[in-house]
Nanobody, 126 residues
């Protein structure tokens, strides 16, 4: 069982930056793939970023590539999502997620993840 708690959401203006945090109960990141998804009203949950459990390699959704960065601090059991150059299209509830057994081809599939945080709202005004 992995418990996740997000923080860091809020209201910002277009062009601003924001950093989300996800504190995990699982101490061994090498065994857990951590990810971020987002969901805007009326839309499906969208893959944002993930960090593969063994290698630590990062993967990004096309809409955020070059603007968002996922990172982790193993000493704090925390994963971060640094979001730069935010636009109103980034407005959504952002969810931290984790899984211990998914395979690489499932990385962008929200249904493949077993553990989810409660979500944190990010609103970007124009």
């Amino acid at each position: 069982q992995v418990q996740l708690e997000e923080s860091g959401g809020g209201l910002v203006q277009a062009g601003d930056s924001l950093r989300l945090s996800c504190a995990a109960s699982e101490r061994a990141f090498s065994r857990v793939t951590m990810g971020w998804f987002r969901q805007a009203p009326g839309k499906e949950r969208e893959f944002v970023a993930a960090m593969w459990r063994s290698s630590g390699r990062s993967y990004y959704g096309d809409s955020v590539k070059g603007r968002f960065t996922i990172s982790r601090d193993s000493a704090k059991n925390t994963v971060y999502l640094q979001m730069n150059s935010l636009t109103p299209e980034d407005t959504a509830v952002y969810y931290c997620t984790a899984d211990q057994t998914l395979i690489l081809s499932q990385l962008r599939n929200p249904g493949a993840y077993d553990y989810w945080g409660q979500g944190t709202q990010v609103t970007v005004s124009s």
